[in-house]
């Protein structure tokens, strides 16, 4: 017994590490590729021998000094990720915790509102949201791509599940004590609900860093792309723009990748979200 | 208390202010859920209206002419019928692969037979994390045409000659699952695991004393007690198909030859937004809406009436 067992483990341990090593290969390989010569990349794309000896950080070095509008991506995604995880957190965290603890006329009907869009592709909207940008002149601005974001049905789910297992004798004795309905929302429970905010700003600010197709349709000058909109520029037959392609695919997922390793068990709540009650 | 509520009721009606309005308990909740309400009334019940009037229209610059169904006529053709298929076979592709290979990978990374569970889960996660672009950039370099491209090596071990990957309706589709694989792989793993959580050790236990291995196990125990985490990552799974361009926009952001990675989502885009007939590009979403609405509610049925079936 003991010693089947043991071929059991060795053999799954192996099947599983095989995997791993698949799903990060890729990863590997980019930064790998970041170090090669980007004419010699483009010849041969990503091969099983590396030429060891042409390995260099001259593609780092062209896009920190004279990258074109890379820095400009970088810096709009960072401002468009940022006021989405500040406005959404706050937005869907006040109509979670209302729909959780308040007994309102309505409250039932706007709950099933929010899985009935939840439940709603977001791309089905896109051409009349676009006509509806184009209406409201907001075409080529941050707000055209926050906007759609800023009320997120999965986060007003989320926040509500967290809010219903809030202690409720604190609301009673705060309203003893002559506070307000926002402050006992703002001074009280929001804090107790820091868990849940960590877990949304994850999800929030990693679903728009990462968005594309909406970024792609309302944004319209090069100088207000953000990152994968204007990675996908680069993506040309002719490769010219191969430097800044790869490295800059690395310099995209690094920041997220090290966040994970800091803060990994946000990263999965926040990821696995409609499994907890699954 | 009664009392009190009464007074201060009075003294707002004779001195009714909007500081007052605002604190009433009445009003609270629904200045809390107000965000929700706008955002409701103004980026879905209205585009999704819109999106239906749109459908019945020509929309140019300044001039909106109704054509009644000649949207929806018009669909009717072998472009949409290539994209409905195509994204059909990635559905169930992605489906099948994404539902099967998790959960048996989640039961061995939660069962006592693997070392390491916690690093080899975070690796597997880290995929999720990447924009689906990139990893698309890297997946071009892979599989490239060239002889002495990854993906061309590694078929030549087996004897297969080299092939252009992103020139071949098999191949094409391949790329697209392979990418979408990778991507959700762990992320669904993770779902199987919170399912595996759920189910009592002492079944197992109790199954291991009348002598059940571990292939019996997983059929009559791990498999039934997963159903409901099953039945969700299926459902996302489908929804998240039906939805997808950008796995097909990395290979061919320009179109593809044949239209080989063409999908509903990318014919709504490329009408819409490259051909700019907003009018028609409504219509093929109205006609997405239905899909994902009639798989819906087979979904929701089939899974009811399994559960009266048990």
């Given at each position: 017994?003991?010693?089947?067992?043991?071929?059991?483990?060795?053999?799954?341990?192996?099947?599983?590490?095989l995997?791993?090593?698949?799903?990060?290969?890729?990863?590997?390989?980019?930064?790998?590729?970041?170090?090669?010569?980007?004419?010699?990349?483009?010849?041969?794309?990503?091969?099983?021998?590396?030429?060891?000896?042409?390995?260099?950080?001259?593609?780092?070095?062209?896009i920190?000094?004279?990258?074109?509008?890379?820095?400009?991506?970088?810096?709009?995604?960072?401002i468009?990720?940022?006021?989405?995880i500040?406005?959404?957190?706050?937005?869907?965290?006040?109509?979670?915790?209302?729909?959780?603890?308040?007994?309102?006329?309505?409250?039932?009907?706007?709950?099933?509102?929010?899985?009935l869009?939840?439940?709603?592709?977001?791309?089905?909207?896109?051409?009349?949201?676009?006509?509806?940008?184009?209406?409201?002149?907001?075409?080529?601005?941050?707000?055209?791509?926050?906007?759609?974001?800023?009320?997120?049905?999965?986060?007003?789910?989320?926040?509500?599940?967290?809010?219903?297992?809030?202690?409720?004798d604190?609301?009673e004795?705060?309203?003893?004590?002559?506070?307000?309905?926002y402050?006992?929302?703002f001074?009280?429970?929001?804090?107790?609900m820091?868990?849940?905010?960590?877990?949304?700003?994850?999800?929030?600010?990693?679903?728009?860093?990462?968005?594309?197709?909406w970024?792609?349709?309302?944004?319209?000058?090069?100088?207000?792309?953000?990152?994968?909109?204007?990675?996908?520029?680069?993506?040309?037959?002719?490769?010219?723009?191969?430097?800044?392609l790869?490295?800059?695919?690395v310099?995209?997922?690094?920041?997220?990748?090290?966040?994970?390793?800091?803060?990994?068990?946000?990263?999965?709540?926040?990821?696995?979200?409609?499994?907890?009650?699954g | 208390?009664?009392?009190?509520?009464?007074?201060?009721?009075?003294?707002?009606?004779?001195?009714w202010?909007?500081?007052d309005?605002?604190?009433?308990?009445?009003?609270?909740?629904?200045?809390?859920?107000?965000?929700?309400?706008i955002?409701?009334?103004?980026?879905f019940?209205?585009?999704?209206?819109?999106?239906?009037v749109?459908?019945?229209?020509?929309?140019?610059?300044?001039?909106?002419?109704?054509?009644?169904?000649?949207?929806?006529?018009?669909?009717?053709?072998?472009?949409?019928?290539?994209?409905?298929?195509n994204?059909?076979v990635?559905?169930?592709?992605?489906?099948?692969?994404?539902?099967?290979?998790?959960m048996?990978?989640?039961?061995?990374?939660?069962?006592?037979?693997?070392?390491f569970?916690?690093?080899?889960?975070?690796?597997?996660?880290?995929?999720?994390?990447?924009?689906?672009?990139?990893?698309?950039?890297?997946?071009?370099?892979?599989?490239?045409?060239?002889?002495s491209?990854?993906?061309?090596t590694?078929v030549?071990?087996?004897g297969?000659?080299?092939?252009?990957w992103?020139f071949?309706?098999?191949?094409g589709?391949?790329?697209?699952?392979l990418?979408?694989?990778?991507?959700?792989?762990?992320?669904?793993?993770?779902y199987?695991?919170?399912?595996?959580?759920?189910v009592?050790?002492?079944l197992?236990e109790?199954?291991?004393?009348?002598?059940?291995?571990?292939?019996?196990?997983?059929?009559?125990?791990?498999?039934?007690?997963l159903?409901?985490?099953?039945?969700?990552?299926?459902t996302?799974?489908?929804?998240?198909?039906?939805?997808?361009?950008?796995?097909?926009?990395?290979?061919?952001?320009?179109?593809?030859?044949?239209?080989?990675?063409?999908?509903?989502?990318?014919?709504?885009?490329?009408?819409?937004f490259?051909?700019?007939?907003l009018?028609?590009?409504?219509?093929?979403g109205?006609?997405?809406?239905?899909?994902?609405?009639?798989?819906?509610?087979?979904?929701?049925?089939l899974?009811?009436?399994?559960?009266?079936?048990?």
């Amino acid at each position: 017994m003991l010693a089947r067992d043991k071929l059991l483990t060795t053999i799954v341990t192996v099947v599983i590490a095989l995997v791993a090593i698949l799903a990060l290969f890729p990863l590997f390989s980019l930064m790998l590729s970041s170090l090669r010569p980007s004419s010699e990349l483009m010849r041969n794309g990503i091969t099983l021998s590396v030429p060891f000896d042409q390995l260099n950080l001259n593609n780092y070095t062209y896009i920190f000094t004279e990258a074109g509008n890379y820095w400009s991506w970088y810096m709009n995604s960072i401002i468009i990720s940022a006021a989405t995880i500040i406005l959404c957190l706050f937005f869907s965290s006040m109509v979670g915790y209302a729909l959780a603890v308040y007994n309102f006329k309505g409250n039932r009907f706007i709950f099933i509102l929010v899985l009935l869009i939840l439940m709603v592709p977001f791309e089905i909207l896109m051409l009349p949201l676009y006509q509806l940008m184009i209406g409201l002149q907001m075409i080529d601005t941050y707000l055209a791509v926050i906007l759609p974001m800023m009320v997120a049905p999965i986060a007003v789910f989320f926040f509500r599940q967290y809010a219903s297992g809030l202690p409720k004798d604190l609301m009673e004795s705060a309203r003893m004590d002559g506070c307000t309905e926002y402050g006992i929302f703002f001074r009280i429970m929001a804090p107790l609900m820091l868990p849940s905010f960590a877990a949304m700003a994850i999800l929030q600010g990693l679903s728009s860093w990462n968005n594309f197709l909406w970024p792609l349709v309302v944004l319209r000058s090069n100088t207000m792309f953000t990152l994968p909109v204007g990675l996908a520029t680069l993506l040309t037959p002719y490769g010219n723009n191969y430097d800044i392609l790869i490295a800059g695919s690395v310099m995209t997922i690094l920041p997220v990748v090290i966040l994970f390793l800091f803060f990994q068990r946000y990263f999965i709540e926040g990821l696995t979200v409609g499994g907890v009650k699954g | 208390m009664i009392e009190r509520t009464a007074s201060t009721a009075e003294s707002r009606r004779s001195k009714w202010s909007l500081k007052d309005f605002f604190l009433s308990k009445k009003v609270v909740p629904y200045v809390f859920v107000s965000p929700f309400i706008i955002s409701f009334l103004l980026l879905f019940l209205y585009p999704l209206i819109n999106g239906v009037v749109m459908s019945f229209q020509t929309i140019l610059p300044g001039q909106t002419t109704f054509i009644g169904m000649r949207n929806y006529e018009r669909i009717l053709n072998p472009t949409f019928f290539k994209a409905l298929s195509n994204t059909t076979v990635y559905v169930v592709l992605t489906t099948v692969i994404l539902t099967i290979l998790p959960m048996v990978l989640a039961t061995m990374l939660n069962s006592k037979f693997v070392r390491f569970s916690n690093v080899f889960r975070a690796s597997l996660f880290i995929p999720a994390l990447t924009s689906t672009i990139v990893a698309g950039v890297v997946f071009r370099l892979m599989f490239g045409e060239s002889e002495s491209s990854l993906a061309n090596t590694v078929v030549g071990f087996f004897g297969v000659e080299p092939m252009e990957w992103k020139f071949g309706a098999a191949t094409g589709m391949f790329l697209m699952v392979l990418l979408c694989t990778w991507k959700w792989l762990g992320v669904n793993i993770l779902y199987f695991m919170a399912g595996l959580a759920n189910v009592p050790k002492e079944l197992y236990e109790a199954a291991e004393m009348d002598g059940a291995g571990i292939l019996n196990k997983f059929r009559h125990i791990t498999l039934p007690m997963l159903k409901p985490i099953t039945v969700y990552v299926v459902t996302i799974t489908i929804i998240g198909g039906f939805r997808m361009y950008e796995e097909s926009y990395v290979f061919w952001p320009e179109g593809s030859p044949g239209n080989i990675g063409l999908t509903i989502v990318g014919y709504i885009y490329q009408q819409g937004f490259r051909m700019n007939d907003l009018g028609f590009g409504a219509a093929i979403g109205v006609v997405l809406m239905l899909i994902i609405f009639i798989i819906s509610i087979l979904q929701l049925s089939l899974s009811g009436t399994l559960k009266k079936g048990e």
